[in-house]
């Protein structure tokens, strides 16, 4: 068998029973998924996702790099973290200050963690200044 | 989930209804199994479609789609006929039983019969045995909660728990399963327009206040801010409640709601009637996606942030029964891309703010100070731990295995007598079929991460329409023949899988794919309340096309 260079112990991220399971590592790719045993939730157990779903980690059409665009028209172009994020910050605090806080809405993620869950809403409601934060957890 | 995964085998009696756990919550569904199996608890399935779990079930009550309201008041009706109901429960810890009686006592087995299509003997049967057991559990998940009146079937069902007093016990509660993996954790931080993390009302002036001073708003003199501390453009939090998903679309629309940015989701796959949203997407002054793949939804994207996914970060996800556990990096994300809280701080900074956040452990800590049911959690708890369930509310708490053990969050359970409706959009002659949605096993919702995957992708490689074989045969269609499947809203090609599992007149189609998306076709009727999209009941025509499925 096949030895890892590292183990890492972490929680499935496909669906709400939260299976614990060992990521493999090997020459930085998940070769192989296992179910913990030392918990009360899967019991060593895994699903076919849980064990076999992993392959999109290292998918070739991940993003890379941060994209925009002049124009809904227009193709995507790589962008710097820099240029990105000041248009972004720009358009929010242009929109913001034209139409109210009321005119940005956010939507948070059902896969996203709770810290980052925790920080969207955080910013739509401080720097924003909005309620409207929701999640596609309705559907 | 009042109740543990764990638990679930120490139920005499589990009644599921409007969930396929097998194929939504496997690992979870072993422990169903294993109580009937390993244990001799019975199980009431209360669904449509013949599921795999049909095959453990001890009764499998097959309603009309749409009709779930009228089958539990008719079990609640002959509970309470039979007097199996519990006296001393009802009398000591809930209130508004009469009204609820007197709803319930019209619903005879007669009545249950003629509107859920269900023998009236099964669901005496199921009330006896739901009733009469030591302990039971009731499980349900989005075949409850997505019709239009799906926070009054959730009422029902707590109607059914307060009745009998099977609440608050090991082994005994409600239990919703949850779908994606952090739908607990995003709805507890208060990634809704509603509430704070942990719940807190955003009308509650004291909750209000204490946010504004916890987040740096109202600090008047020149000190330096805290850590965390807002832009100076917000001197208040806003005092009204948000916008749903669906109002936002509708807002967009309307031109009143002009950006919008979305982290980790898609709702160009998985928002009902897509040719709406469409238009919203199109229409958004200025639209951020945030995600690790270029999606459907990003396709409209004016900029587009890469992330880090669930194996190159710091973080926790909180699962179906509120158990907080860690997510560990096990590798570099690729490229650029960044884990989202650091993008967040990063954007927040350039706009004024002034946050200095260093890692996720940091941010739980700050989440703690703010939310009462998170209070006894940090990441160093988890690490010793391992994952801790809320309420949690200090650092020498152990969690909460089961909820409302001595009273219920609100003091008295309350009864909410609630009637039966028919659905928005009934068959008819143009449109004859019943269209219900749900999942496969070997995909997830929008199928981002899972259809990236060539070994599942093979397992379920195409979309399909099941038909019933007596409606396949008046159809004339074959097993694995393109049909065109159209509603008010839209058409989509699927290949047809002839099978007896949904009944005569109802037709079932999954949302993983964006070729045959089914929810081009299902109505925006939301649930009054909740504002929950309808899709498990919408109709729709079934014709025969030459065209190949494009997939
Ligand atoms: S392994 Fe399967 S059942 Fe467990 S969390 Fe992952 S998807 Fe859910």
Redesign the pocket.
């Known amino acids: 068998m096949l030895k890892a260079d590292r183990i890492v112990q972490t929680t ?1 991220s ?6 614990q ?1 060992d990521l493999h590592i090997r020459e930085e790719i998940i070769f192989r998924v296992e179910g913990r045993f030392d918990n009360e939730v ?1 019991f060593g157990q ?2 076919v ?3 076999f779903g992993y392959d999109f980690v290292h998918a070739s059409d991940r993003l890379r790099r941060p994209l925009a665009r002049a124009s809904r028209r227009a193709e995507f172009s790589p962008a710097s973290w820099d240029e990105a994020l000041d248009r972004v910050a720009n358009r929010l605090k242009g929109i913001r200050d034209q139409y109210g806080p009321r005119s940005v809405a956010f939507l948070t993620s059902a896969k996203c963690t709770n810290e980052e869950n925790y920080l969207l809403q955080k910013f739509a409601r401080t720097v924003i200044g909005t309620n409207t934060v929701d999640h596609c957890a309705r559907l | 989930m009042t109740n543990s995964i764990r638990e679930i085998p120490e139920a005499e009696v589990i009644f599921v209804i409007g969930s396929n756990t097998t194929e939504a ?4 569904a072993l422990q169903m199994k294993k109580a009937v199996c390993g244990r001799g608890a019975k199980l009431i399935l209360a669904d449509p479609r013949r599921i795999e779990l049909a095959g453990f079930a001890h009764l499998h009550l097959r309603q009309r789609p749409g009709t779930d309201i009228a089958l539990i008041n008719t079990i609640a009706h002959v509970i309470i006929k039979e007097g199996l109901h519990d006296l001393a429960f009802i009398e000591e810890r809930t209130e508004g039983y009469e009204e609820f009686a007197a709803l319930v006592g019209e619903w005879t087995p007669e009545r249950g019969k003629e509107v859920t299509g269900v023998p009236a003997q099964e669901i005496i049967e199921a009330a006896r045995l739901y009733a009469k057991a030591g302990n039971a559990s009731i499980f349900w998940a989005m075949g409850i909660t997505q019709h239009t009146t799906g926070t009054d079937n959730v009422k029902a069902l707590v109607n059914l728990a307060l009745l009998t007093g099977h609440i608050g016990r090991l082994g005994a509660g409600l239990n919703p399963l949850r779908g994606q ?1 952090n739908v607990q954790g995003a709805c507890d931080m208060g990634g809704l327009p509603n509430v704070y993390p942990g719940y807190q009302n955003v009308t509650d002036v004291a909750v209000r206040e204490k946010f504004e001073k916890a987040w740096g708003i109202t600090t008047a003199d020149d000190r330096p801010r805290p850590n965390g501390s807002p832009s100076p453009a917000v001197r208040r939090l806003d005092t009204q409640i948000g916008l749903t998903i669906t109002e936002i679309v509708d807002a967009i629309l309307a031109g009143e709601v002009h950006a919008l940015y979305i982290m980790g989701e898609n709702p160009m796959l998985s928002d009902p009637n897509l040719n709406h949203v469409r238009q919203a997407l199109e229409r958004v002054d200025f639209l951020v996606h945030q995600d690790i793949f270029l999606n459907e939804t990003g396709q409209f994207a004016d900029v587009v942030l890469p992330a880090a996914s669930f194996a190159e970060k710091w973080g926790t996800f909180t699962n179906t029964e509120r158990r907080v556990q860690m997510v560990r990096p096990a590798l570099e994300p690729p490229g650029e891309a960044r884990p989202d809280w650091q993008i967040i701080t990063d954007l927040a900074n350039r706009m004024g703010a002034d946050w200095s956040y260093e890692s996720a452990a940091e941010i739980m800590d700050e989440i703690a100070a703010v939310t009462p049911i998170y209070g006894g959690i940090s990441h160093a708890r988890l690490e010793r731990l391992g994952g801790i369930q809320w309420p949690c509310p200090t650092p020498d708490h152990p969690g909460t295995q089961y909820l409302h053990e001595s009273k219920f969050s609100r003091g008295r359970g309350l009864f909410t007598p609630v009637e039966f409706e028919e659905a928005e959009e009934l068959p008819d002659s143009e449109y004859p079929f019943i269209l219900s949605t749900g999942r496969v096993l070997f995909h997830w919702h929008g199928g981002t991460m899972s259809r990236r995957s060539p070994g599942l992708e093979s397992l379920a490689p195409q979309a399909e329409i099941e038909i019933h074989p007596q409606d396949a045969q008046k159809l004339g269609a074959q097993d694995g023949q393109p049909v065109r499947v159209s509603s008010r809203r839209g058409d989509v090609v699927a290949n047809v899988l002839i099978t007896p599992r949904s009944p005569t007149g109802t037709v079932f189609m999954t949302f993983h794919y964006a070729e045959a998306a089914a929810n081009l076709l299902t109505p925006n009727y939301v649930d009054p309340v909740a504002k929950i999209p309808e899709y498990k009941v919408s109709a729709v025509k079934v014709e025969i096309v030459e065209e190949a499925v494009s997939v």
Do not use: E, I
Request: proline share 5%; net charge positive; aromatic share 6%.
């Open positions: 499935c496909y669906c709400g029973v939260g299976c399971l899967n895994l699903c996702k849980g064990r | 919550h496997p690992v979870l993996n």
